[in-house]
């Protein structure tokens, strides 16, 4: 029994690793979206001349 848990770790592991690469890469969109916004409120916000 110890061995069946044992080799079935690794793939919980790398299943694991790959939800929270799967996470950054989201964080990572979120954050480039936040700054695109930013930069477009930033444009609308401008004094007209």
Request: hydrophobic fraction near 40%; proline fraction near 4%; glycine fraction near 2%.
């Amino acid at each position: 029994m110890m061995h069946i848990g044992e080799s079935t770790m690794p793939e919980i592991i790398e299943e694991n690793k790959t939800e929270e690469l799967s996470i950054e890469q989201q964080l990572l969109a979120a954050q480039k979206e936040i700054d695109d916004l930013k930069i477009q409120i930033m444009w609308l916000e401008r004094p007209y001349e």
